[in-house]
């Protein structure tokens, strides 16, 4: 009776240590892992028929779905074939606190550094601008490029995400305007066809009133 009662208290024992152990080594695993994710998460720019005056804003965010803080860089790589409208474009990156780049989009190398703590996130805007300056020799061209972001934690462990854009220039084609700048909205009508509905039923609701009053004094 006494062996058996040693015999389990040998099991149970073993069978805590292992426990223990698994325990251990799966929260050191999970907090040696560093996990960036972006939104969107493939795709950032898919701009057709920009025209000189034209740009396209876009906002990112980047989140930390980790146990740990990292540091992360954003890089740009263009597709060495669509080379002669990238070099021309021009980028506009900012934060909630304000301007981080602010030129050509063939100059930008790379943003600082910049530090998130697990469960947070952070938006980074990209604007690409269409130069005024730009001639028919830049129809139909496209720009391709890709942004990566990529993080790494205090015990040097990394993590990477990438996503794509892709600006072209007016085709010239039917339906395609000549003019410089965003189109903009036709609201001119609409804001004078409401004020005339509020004048008609100001009238009308006076109308009422002044006939309600006429018909008690009667």
């Not at 493939?42 to 000189?52: A, C, H, I």
């Not at 060495?80 to 980028?91: P, R, T, V």
């Not at 995400?161 to 039917?174: C, E, F, R």
Request: glycine share 10%.
């Amino acid at each position: 009776m006494n062996t058996k009662k040693v015999n389990l208290f040998i099991i149970s024992l073993l069978t805590a240590l292992v426990y223990l152990s698994v325990v251990n080594l799966s929260s050191a695993s999970a907090q040696g892992e560093i996990t960036l994710d972006i939104m969107p998460g493939e795709v950032l720019f898919d701009v057709d028929n920009m025209k000189p005056g034209d740009w396209a804003p876009r906002t990112v965010v980047v989140q930390n779905n980790g146990l740990q803080e990292f540091s992360y860089a954003t890089t740009l790589q263009p597709d060495k074939q669509s080379m002669k409208l990238f070099n021309e474009l021009l980028l506009e990156v900012e934060d909630a606190q304000g301007e981080l780049y602010n030129g050509k989009l063939a100059d930008f190398k790379q943003l600082e550094s910049r530090s998130l703590k697990p469960a947070k996130q952070e938006e980074i805007d990209f604007t690409v601008r269409f130069p005024t300056h730009l001639g028919n020799e830049f129809q139909g061209l496209d720009a391709k490029f890709t942004l990566f972001f990529s993080a790494e934690g205090s015990d040097n462990s990394k993590d990477e995400k990438a996503i794509s854009g892709t600006i072209s220039g007016d085709d010239g084609g039917p339906g395609a305007s000549g003019s410089s700048g965003s189109e903009l909205p036709a609201t001119a009508t609409s804001v004078f066809n409401m004020i005339l509905v509020g004048a008609l039923l100001l009238a009308g609701g006076g109308w009422l009133i002044r006939y309600n009053r006429c018909k008690m004094n009667t």
